[in-house]
C-alpha cells in the first residue's frame, strides 16, 4: 500500500505581467496555493508587478519563491539561450536580489529559488549552466532552499554543494516515459481536465505511478506540485487539486516549514514611497 502524505506543498509561476499586460488570475491562484514563484523581472514581470505580488502573498501566509530565468521578455523565457556561466550566474544574483528587496518591504523574505521555463530545462541535463545556477545561489545565500525536476544535473549539483533540494512534479504537464517533461510544442505536453489532473495529482502525491505519455507506469517522486498559473482554466485546476488533496488527507502546506508570517513590525516600521495603486494601470 503507498503512503499517505500528510502535507505537500501546491506551487504556481505567479507574477509573470508586464506593464499593462496581465497573464492569469494572481489574486485567486494566491488564495489557493502554498509557494509562489514569482518573475523577477527577466522572462516576465516588473517592479511593480513584484511589489504587489509579494504584498499579497506575504499577507496570506505565502511563502515567496524567486522564479529565475534567462533574460527574455520577447520569448517568455522559454528560449534556450547559450549565456557564459558567469553571466548566467551574475543574471541569477541579480534577480533574487531584486525580488528579496520587494519580498522584505512586505515583511518577508525570498525563501527559495526556481528555474524558470528553458532555463529550467536547460539544466536537467546542461552541466554548466546547472553549475553556475547552484553557484549563484550558494553566493546570494547557501540557506535558500532550490525546487526542480526529480533526477535532474541542477538538483543533483545543488545537494553536491550543500543545498536542500526541493522535488517538484507538474499537475497540468506531460511526462516522458524518461520522467522527463514532454516539449510545449507536441501533442498533449498539457493537460486541461480539472479531474483528470486533480486524480493524477493524488496518485502522485500517495507516491503512486502515474502514466507517461506513451502509456508506461511512471513515478514521479515529489514534495511539491506546480499548478502553471497562466494556463487556461488554471484557478479551477488548482481548486480541484486542492480538494481533492484535502478529500483524501492530505493537507496543502509550504514546503519551507510552515505559512510564512509576514513581519508586521518590519512591514509596518518601514516608509512606504510606493504608491499602492497606479492610475490608469
Known sequence: MSRLTRTIDLNSDLGEGFGRW?????EALLSIVT??????????GDP????????????????????????????????????PPEALADDIV?????????????????????????????????????????AAVRAYDPGLPVLGLP?????????????????????DRAYTPQGTLVP??????????????????LRMARGEPIEAVDGTPLSVH???????????????????IRATLAAAGIEPAPFTGGPVRRDAT??????DPLPREQEGR
Open 22 to 26: 496581465e497573464l492569469g488570475d494572481d
Open 35 to 44: 509557494s509562489a514563484n514569482i518573475a523577477c523581472g527577466f522572462h516576465a
Open 48 to 83: 511593480t508587478i513584484m511589489r504587489r505580488t509579494c504584498e499579497t502573498a506575504a499577507g496570506r501566509g505565502v511563502a515567496i519563491g524567486a522564479q529565475v530565468g534567462y533574460r527574455d521578455l520577447a520569448g517568455f523565457g522559454r528560449r534556450f539561450i547559450e549565456v
Open 94 to 134: 541579480y534577480q533574487i536580489g531584486a525580488l528579496d528587496a520587494f519580498a522584505r518591504l512586505a515583511g518577508t523574505r525570498v525563501s527559495y529559488v526556481k528555474p524558470h521555463g528553458a532555463l529550467y530545462n536547460a539544466i536537467v541535463h546542461h552541466e554548466a549552466q546547472a553549475r553556475a545556477v547552484v
Open 151 to 171: 533526477g535532474s544535473e541542477w538538483l543533483r549539483q545543488a545537494q553536491r554543494a550543500g543545498l536542500t533540494t526541493v522535488t517538484e512534479c507538474f499537475a
Open 184 to 201: 510545449r510544442s507536441s501533442p498533449g505536453a498539457v493537460l486541461h481536465d480539472p479531474g483528470e489532473v486533480a486524480g493524477r495529482c
Open 222 to 240: 515529489a514534495e511539491s506540485i506546480c499548478v502553471h498559473g497562466d494556463s487556461p482554466g488554471a484557478v479551477a485546476m488548482a481548486r480541484e
Open 266 to 271: 518590519t512591514a509596518a516600521s518601514r516608509t
